[in-house]
């Protein structure tokens, strides 16, 4: 399992638009500045997530941040829930749920493989700051958690 101070698996991943996906490299981003990184199912839990994080205050920890939801989904469903949370970050598709597995962001059911709720820090040198996944689906994320991951880089 992947944890804090980790190598942060870099990822290329989808944003499904309307008008034409772009693509996301972590690594391009934690270049630039510490990202937090949320993988989500597209649920009613990982739609709480989404707006968790979107009410965060992210400038009281540090001044540059990038946030990047990953909804483990297919690129209609993640562009539709995007759509619908008019979210102020980039929410990003991971369809085959491939990175999701490598962040252990998935859970064994009886009926399967079902997504996780998980939360990163990566700093700038692509490692992991922080690494939080939800074992309990109705698990409240810890945002000051994360808050304090941040103010810590």
């Known amino acids: 399992m992947l944890d804090a ?15 034409g996906d772009e693509t996301y490299r972590l690594s391009a981003a934690a270049h630039e500045a510490p990202v937090v990184v949320a993988l989500l ?15 965060v205050d992210w400038s009281r920890s540090i001044d540059r941040l990038s946030v990047l939801g990953v909804g483990i989904a297919d690129l209609d469903t993640v562009e539709a829930l995007a759509t619908d949370l008019d979210l102020p970050f980039p929410l990003l598709a991971d369809p085959n749920a491939f990175f999701a597995e490598r962040y252990d962001a998935l859970a064994e059911t009886p009926d399967g493989w079902r997504p996780r709720r998980a939360l990163f820090v990566v700093d700038r040198s692509c490692r992991f700051r922080f690494a939080w996944r939800a074992e309990d689906p ?16």
């Open 138 to 153: 109705a698990a409240d994320p810890p945002i000051d958690d994360v808050l304090g991951a941040l103010e810590s880089i």
């Open 5 to 19: 101070g980790d190598p942060a698996p870099d990822f290329d991943l989808p944003r499904p638009l309307a008008d």
């Open 41 to 55: 199912g597209a649920d009613e839990s990982g739609t709480a997530l989404l707006r968790d994080l979107a009410a």
